[in-house]
């Protein structure tokens, strides 16, 4: 059992930056990969990104590519998204989620076991 707890989010211009944290509880975070998502009003759960269970492996969606970085702390059983050059189209709440492979290309929300609560962003332009 893995229960997340993620943070982070907040209100910022356009062109700023915001770091999201997903504080997991559970002895076996290790053995999960983490992954990020995003859902819109209005709109379907998307992927944003995904990090495996050594962080050495690295995946994200084409439209934060370059932008968002994903990383882990597995002594801290942390996971983070570092969101730079936020554009308007970021809005939405993002949740953090933990899941065994194998997964998909990208991966699909129904591949999670776990979620976090999710955590607002907002971009005003």
């Known amino acids: 059992q893995v229960q997340l707890v993620g943070s982070g989010g907040g209100l910022v211009q356009a062109g700023g930056s915001l770091r999201l944290s997903c504080a997991a509880s559970?002895?076996?975070?290790?053995?999960?990969?983490m992954g990020w998502f995003r859902q819109a009003p209005g709109k379907e759960r998307e992927f944003v990104a995904l990090?495996?269970?050594?962080?050495?492996?690295?995946y994200y969606a084409d439209s934060v590519k370059g932008r968002f970085t994903v990383s882990r702390d597995n002594a801290k059983s942390t996971v983070y998204l570092q969101m730079n050059s936020l554009t308007s189209e970021d809005t939405a709440v993002y949740y953090c989620?933990?899941?065994?492979?194998?997964?998909?290309?990208?991966?699909?929300?129904?591949?999670?076991?776990?979620w976090g609560q999710g955590t607002q962003v907002t971009v005003s332009s």
């Open positions: 989620a933990a899941a065994k492979p194998p997964y998909s290309n990208p991966p699909l929300p129904k591949e999670f076991d776990y």
């Open positions: 559970g002895h076996t975070f290790g053995r999960y990969a």
């Open positions: 990090v495996n269970w050594t962080g050495n492996y690295k």
